[in-house]
């Protein structure tokens, strides 16, 4: 996936590039734990399409719920979805810092006469 210890460091092309599609992974991950909670509201919650789409944004981004849960099921699923979301957002920061965390360690282990200025 990224090359080696003992490669040379990639150029800033192959860099950006790399960034460019972890977060266009991310953003697809943010699409689908966003649609999952947007159904879940919608036809758990009976919310109607807007407010299933507010409620499902606000707890994904970690701000809460917006508005009263009218049944059991609807509270469950509000409480395993925002479980979820902290998954998932534990996650989403890993794909994104990854390409960056990884060029600063391999940056640490070239030797000084491997590093370009």
């Known amino acids: 996936m990224f090359e080696s210890r003992t490669d040379p460091l990639a150029s800033r092309l192959v860099f950006i590039q790399r960034v460019i599609k ?11 734990a966003l649609g999952i ?5 919608h036809y758990i919650a009976r919310f ?5 789409l507010l409620n499902a944004s606000m707890i994904l ?15 469950v699923f509000a409480s395993f979805y925002a479980l979820f979301s902290g998954l998932v957002f534990i996650s989403l920061v890993g794909i994104v810092f990854a390409p960056a965390a990884h060029r600063a360690l391999h940056h640490f282990h070239l030797d000084e006469e491997d590093q370009k200025p």
């Open 22 to 32: 972890y977060a266009a992974i991310a953003l697809f991950v943010i699409g689908v």
């Open 37 to 41: 909670g947007i159904l879940g509201y």
């Open 48 to 52: 109607s399409w807007i407010d299933s």
């Open 61 to 75: 981004g970690g701000m809460g719920p917006r508005g009263d849960l009218p049944s059991d099921a609807a509270k």
